[in-house]
């Protein structure tokens, strides 16, 4: 009976120092969002449980193999004990009540999390191997409804998101860790598209990860994405909805960050997935069949709306989408081109 | 050169020349039909070239089975000729070769199993080092080294992702191979029947592994394949040629593992010694035949799956990819309803082998026994309800979360009752700290981590976070760790004098112990904490800002101390095989049947067949004893 | 022990197993069902119905011949065995003549084409190989038969081939109410 009193206090005692270090010394990123703050009362919970199971369990173990160890000489067999109907009773039916209370609590969180507010706002997020681009519906001054793309995904605070994802190609998904939620995106059409709530209540600079893998540039499949207040928020929408009214080469720049092309393409002479832009255009290419061709503004129009036609030696096809032409005008298309022109040395 | 006439040698020459003439078949056959050989389009010349390679390895495979000679009984059956019942080996011929050659009996068959598992394994922690050195640190260097592009023609990233994809499947192949090892070698021997119920199924069961590895593996040289193991469509339909080798090495695995728990249900029901009822079995076979129970059920449903996946990419039948109509979250539902159940099957035979050793070295009963018993098939039956909580985010309807996540967190419930079960028979017991006892140890608590860290995953909303995460990975490595790996090399000391006639080296043995042990809880603490800090998984780099480097170099570092810890296992056991200490007798004092027969077992297990007298796990109850090895009288040989 | 164990318990033992496999290939079929149920919803693909019931039949008949010569082999009665077996053989080559010969060649749809053309396809293929494989069987034991194999206490061969085809055609059923029946037909 000692023995069990003694286990007792160690176990509590165990349990206190175990749950004290996996609650207090932040082995969860930083809290940015509503959903957080409820996903993480969760989580301090499963933490104390944790905690006492293995409190439990291990000190059992390690209390019986020292104290009752078989001592330097000593012969014969442990205690018989064969075992006891109403103690497997019990510890049946109390791990039966507490992951009953669990899943009671883990659905009530779930709904907590994914709380409507009609007030949200809406942002369609298109996720490609392997870039993201983030679109908004705006309404100008005018009176025109227009949308806005972008390659960093802006959110004003304390209003929640609505995020339609979408794919254009293989399963994808939406992670901000600070914000603690996460949502597979489908491709096909409107009854692939999967919707995400999140409601950010932190100013700061995130990342948004790809979390499912999605080939070879999986890893480098990041945005940005920026917690701002709601005022700043409209002033960003307002100015992205005018018109691109700078140079072609600035607006085809703009256009190269916001369609993602720079996800795979750099400017800076590195490989990454694609050629590089850096010294590309007027230049001598080699392709996949041997042939060398020369990187003018007709190479370089066909390698954006059709992009197996030519392939470029040591790298594969089917890699960048083939739907360039329907995202992108002529004119967006033409300032790229310029863009990569101004590239050329 | 006797080697030359084994069923390993003429299986391997024959499935080389049984895939050139597939391949030279298909090509054959699209001439007849007019389809073309080659195309200018690189897209559709690889498609064709596909085709010609798929057909060429199947053809190899059934060549190789043809060739080892697993079919010959049954084909003399097709013709109407008898066969012989009598299986003992032809004297002239070494020992060893049969060992490489089609042999019915159990126990060859169960090492057979047993040295695949372990090769498997070997190379899975080739794969998992070399991409543990990439990850020490962010930045890509290691897998852009120009060996890697000179050797596979690919390198970078797509290196990586064929690496970790080959990691876990291989691994999860070899671990499907141990079971099978385990099974076939103890389910026998423990019930006291001579051989499994159909020896030539038995048989086939193994050696279709054989080419099913071989082919796995060679997919690391079409080109590999990005997917991860769980190759889930779109991405696996644009994947590489290896994709190809992936799906049609894990169906030759899966047909084995069906085959295989067909035999091991069909002996623990029906060749039980006399006296001895289900109750009075030795704990490891209850586990067994619940793993049986969901082998030869459940995976059928990932070899459909994969079959699919296949159709899709040679003929362009659409049932995966969306943008062609057909469905990815279908994919997910039947791979994960084997694949669920799957992971219950690479750990209940791991805890049944705890549940078997705690008692012997304790020197006390099983705490239990009857509640025991009954949770592994309460861990079974369970597991075919909850296969879609590893789809929480993946966009299947919303209404099927809640009651998956009621049913996932059912499973604590049998689980915890092994746990409590195995406190309690730890609890007062005079334990012998031999090896076999410190990796079941060992592996109660590295399964206990693996416990717990299970409901966080199983409530959605903390899902939501750790989905996808290095969380999942270090759960799984800690599930995989205490339920099959620990306890496999227990087992594999426990009963390598059965086996060899020998003893292992017991300091040798502590040192692995030692290493794996501390290795592995450096790793897998590291993999759970990465995880929650929200490091998502199969990434080959990531950002130096996110201050991941010092935990990924010391996660790298326990790494390869349980990569060395199985290199001296191997060292050990080899040498031991031939060189080790004889061992005479009941070396463990057990009461088991086995044990009370020589070293190693003899060849038809039980000339004389025994008599179960009592409880299995009796220890310290004087008097008792579990088998009356010869009850048509005389004096009782066990105690 | 001897080594020869007895007809009886190897019985008992083959029955087993064989129920197991069964019902393990079963899961296929429930799994091919399912993902018709998915992707086809409450349509169906455009086929011939008079070819569809047609070939049923065929399959339904056989099942008949099937059982009949199971029992005239548990009769010790040779000839009538070696008749009903050639039957259902003949007729299993008929279903797989109807639906791969025929059903395959006018159907609107290839392979390639679809949703319905992926379950069809997938659904008759996965069946008819399994009719393929049942075919070879009862040509095995028919042959075997002929040879003089088999007596009224030992014919686990003839048992294991009709519980094999009566399975077989049981998956037909379903499928044939799956792919001929259930839904609207996709114009």
């Known amino acids: 009976m000692i023995h069990l009193l003694i286990v007792g206090v160690l176990v509590v005692v165990a349990t206190l120092g175990l749950g004290l270090l996996l609650t207090q010394t932040g082995i969860l990123p930083a809290q940015a969002s509503q959903q957080a703050i409820t996903i993480d009362w969760l989580f301090n919970i499963h933490f104390w449980f944790i905690a006492f199971f293995v409190a439990l369990i291990c000190v059992v173990i390690v209390y019986s193999l020292i104290v009752f160890r078989r001592k330097a000489g000593e012969k014969g067999d442990g205690v018989y004990m064969h075992g006891n109907q109403r103690l497997e009773i019990l510890w049946t039916v109390v791990p039966i009540g507490i992951v009953l209370w669990m899943a009671v609590i883990g659905g009530q969180t779930l709904s907590d999390v994914e709380r409507r507010d009609p007030q949200a706002i809406t942002v369609d997020v298109f996720a490609a191997q392997w870039s993201w681009r983030f679109q908004y519906e705006v309404t100008t001054e005018e009176g025109v409804r227009t949308a806005v793309a972008s390659d960093v995904l802006v959110l004003p605070r304390n209003q929640q998101a ?141 390698a954006i709306v059709d992009p197996n036609a030519q392939i470029v030696a040591g790298f594969q096809p089917n890699v960048m989408p083939q739907n360039f032409d329907e995202l992108l005008s002529q004119e967006q298309i033409n300032q790229i081109v310029a863009f990569i022109e101004s590239l050329g040395n | ?48 070239r596909e085709v010609i390679v798929v057909v060429g390895v199947l053809v ?116 499907l191979l141990g079971v099978g090892a385990m099974s076939n070698y103890l389910v026998p021997m423990l019930i006291g029947a001579n051989d499994m119920a159909f020896p030539r199924l038995n048989a086939f069961a193994f050696w279709i592994n054989v080419p099913g590895a071989a082919i796995l593996l060679s997919s690391l040289f079409f080109g590999g394949f990005d997917t991860g193991w769980v190759g889930y469509p779109p991405l696996s339909l644009r994947a590489p040629l290896g994709m190809q080798m992936f799906l049609i090495g894990v169906y030759l695995v899966g047909l084995s593992s069906i085959a295989g728990s067909i035999n091991v249900i069909v002996t623990t029901l029906t060749m039980r010694a006399k006296g001895m009822s289900l109750f009075r079995m030795p704990i490891f076979c209850w586990a067994a035949l619940a793993t049986a129970l969901l082998q030869f059920s459940a995976t059928q449903l990932i ?162 976070h750790l989905h996808d995460t290095w969380f999942v990975v270090g759960h799984f490595h800690d599930t995989m760790f205490g339920g099959f790996i620990f306890p496999f090399v227990a087992a594999i000391f426990y009963w390598f004098p059965k086996m060899s006639g020998r003893m292992y080296n017991e300091k040798q043995g502590k040192i692995q112990f030692w290493l794996m042990f501390i290795g592995f809880m450096l790793m897998s603490n590291l993999q759970l904490i990465l995880g929650l800090l929200g490091m998502r998984r199969r990434v080959v ?50 009461r088991s049947p086995e044990w009370q027969k020589p070293n190693p077992m003899p060849l038809h297990n039980y000339e004389q067949p025994f008599e179960v007298v009592g409880e299995p796990y009796d220890y310290g109850l004087p008097n008792s004893r579990y088998v009356n090895m010869n009850p048509a009288g005389g004096s009782p040989s066990a105690h | 022990m001897s080594a020869v164990e007895s007809y009886a318990t190897k019985l008992v033992r083959n029955r087993m197993g064989l129920w197991l496999f069964v019902i393990s290939d079963a899961f296929v079929f429930v799994g091919l069902f399912i993902a018709r149920m998915v992707l086809l919803g409450d349509t169906r693909p455009h086929l011939d119905q008079g070819l569809g019931l047609g070939v049923t039949i065929m399959l339904l008949i056989s099942s008949f011949f099937m059982n009949r010569a199971e029992v005239e082999m548990a009769h010790g009665n040779r000839p009538a ?48 190989f399994h009719v393929l494989t049942g075919v070879i069987f009862l040509f095995i034991v028919w042959n075997n038969g002929r040879r003089g194999h088999y007596s009224a206490e030992k014919h686990w061969a003839v048992e294991a081939c009709a519980i094999y085809w009566h399975f077989v055609d049981v998956v037909w059923m379903f499928f044939y109410v799956g792919l001929y029946l259930l839904g609207t037909p996709i114009v």
């Not at chain 1, 790809?210 to 960003?236: K, R």
């Not at chain 2, 391997?12 to 007849?32: D, F, K, P, W």
């Not at chain 2, 040679?314 to 992971?343: N, T």
Request: glycine share 10%; hydrophobic share 50%; with cysteine.
């Open chain 1, 162 to 302: 609505l995020l339609r994802l979408h794919s254009q190609d293989v399963i994808h998904s939406f992670y901000v860790p600070e914000f603690r939620v996460k949502q597979d995106i489908l491709p096909g059409g409107e009854e692939y598209v999967r919707e995400l709530r999140i409601t950010p209540n932190t100013n700061g600079t995130y990342t948004v990860q790809c979390a499912e893998i999605c080939g070879q540039g999986h890893y480098s499949m990041l945005a940005q994405v920026q917690v701002v207040d709601g005022s700043e928020f409209t002033a960003w929408l307002t100015e992205q909805a005018a018109d691109c009214n700078l140079s072609d080469v600035e607006c085809g720049q703009r256009w190269a960050e916001t369609f993602g092309c720079l996800g795979c393409h750099t400017t800076d002479g590195t490989v990454k997935i694609g050629p590089t832009w850096l010294g590309l255009a007027g230049h001598a290419v080699e392709l996949t069949d041997g042939s060398t061709v020369t990187a003018d503004t007709n190479y370089l129009l066909t």
């Open chain 2, 1 to 48: 050169m006797r080697f030359f006439s084994t069923s390993m040698f003429r299986g391997l020459i024959a499935q080389v020349a049984g895939t050139v003439l597939g391949m030279g078949l298909a090509m054959a056959l699209r001439v007849v039909f007019g389809l073309p050989l080659s195309s200018p389009i690189e897209a559709e010349d690889a498609h064709i």
């Open chain 2, 60 to 175: 190899g495979a059934i060549a190789f089975l043809v060739g080892s000679g697993v079919f010959t009984d049954w084909f003399k059956w097709a013709r109407g000729e008898e066969t012989s019942d009598d299986h003992t080996p032809d004297p002239s011929k070494p020992n060893w070769m049969r060992y490489f050659s089609v042999d019915f009996d159990h126990k060859v068959i169960g090492v057979q199993y047993g040295v695949t598992s372990l090769l498997l394994l070997l190379f899975g922690g080739i794969f998992a080092m070399l991409f543990r050195i990439e990850l020490s640190g962010s930045g890509i260097t290691f897998l852009n080294s120009e060996i890697f592009k000179v050797l596979l023609g690919y390198d970078g990233p797509h290196l990586y992702n064929t690496l970790m994809s080959l990691h876990g499947i291989v691994m999860i192949a070899g671990i």
């Open chain 2, 303 to 464: 070899g459909l799956s994969f079959q699919l996946v296949m159709l899709e990419r040679l003929m362009g039948m659409s049932f995966f990819d969306s943008l062609q109509g057909g469905d990815p979250v279908l994919y997910q539902h039947l791979f994960w309803f084997y694949s669920h159940p799957a992971v219950y099957v690479f750990i209940l035979p791991g805890l049944g082998v705890i549940s078997e050793l705690l008692p012997v070295f304790g020197r006390k009963p099983l705490y239990g026994y009857r509640w025991v018993a009954l949770s592994s098939f309460g861990i079974a039956v369970v597991s075919f309800f909850v296969w879609a909580h590893h789809m929480f985010v993946s966009g299947m309807s919303p209404f099927l979360r809640i009651p998956f996540m009621y049913s996932t967190l059912l499973v604590a419930v049998p689980t915890g009752v092994k746990f409590f079960s195995w406190a309690a028979t730890i609890w007062q017991g005079k334990t012998i700290f031999k090896t076999p006892m410190l990796f079941a140890l060992g592996a109660v608590v590295i399964f206990l981590l693996g416990g717990v860290t299970g409901p966080p995953l199983a409530t959605i909303a903390t899902d939501l």
């Open chain 2, 541 to 590: 780099d990531f950002d130096a800002a996110l201050g991941f480097d010092t935990m990924q170099l010391a996660l790298t570092i326990g790494g390869f101390m349980v990569f060395f810890g199985m290199l001296l296992f191997a060292y050990n056991i080899i040498r031991s095989w031939t060189k080790g200490e004889v061992a005479e007798g009941n070396v463990w004092d057990s």
């Open chain 3, 81 to 128: 065995f070696l008749r009903n077996i050639f039957i259902t053989m003949a007729l299993g080559v008929i279903f797989l003549v109807g639906v791969v010969g025929v059903e395959w060649q006018i159907a609107h749809f290839g392979p390639a084409d679809g949703q319905q053309g992926a379950v069809f396809y997938a659904m008759t293929g996965f069946h008819a």
